[in-house]
């Protein structure tokens, strides 16, 4: 399995930005897939899920921000992320799984996204 995290980067708070999640090595449209993030220092906090029929699932502190969307033809899940804030700072990687993970060894490289002015 290999998932190629994408579209990170510097931004103020209240911008957007949109991640991009492509996988391989699995049957993608017969999983659920989601994004998890972390600051180095603390541990992985799972963000929002999606799953096989597009019901989605988002962490408290995102619901309203972020939404969550696949595109089962290319194999890609998607983070849009809007009125971001200086918490939202951390490395984002996606991974198959719906309120968490499925697997503990199916992770991407990540994308760092940072929020700042």
């Known amino acids: 399995v290999q998932l190629v995290e994408s579209g990170g980067g510097l931004v103020q708070p209240g911008g957007s930005l949109r991640l991009s999640c492509a996988a391989s090595?699995?049957?993608?449209?017969?999983?659920?897939m989601g994004w998890a993030r972390q600051v180095p220092g603390k541990g992985l906090e799972w963000v929002s899920g999606i799953n096989i029929v597009g019901r989605t699932y988002y962490t408290d502190s995102v619901k309203g921000r972020f939404t969550i969307s696949r595109d089962n033809a290319k194999n890609t899940v998607y983070l849009q992320m809007n009125s971001l804030k200086p918490e939202d700072t951390a490395e984002y990687y996606c991974?198959?799984?719906?309120?968490?993970?499925?697997?503990?060894?199916?992770w991407g490289q990540g994308t760092q996204v940072t929020v700042s002015s």
């Open positions: 090595g699995l049957t993608f449209s017969s999983y659920s």
């Open positions: 991974a198959p799984g719906f309120t968490g993970p499925l697997f503990d060894r199916f």
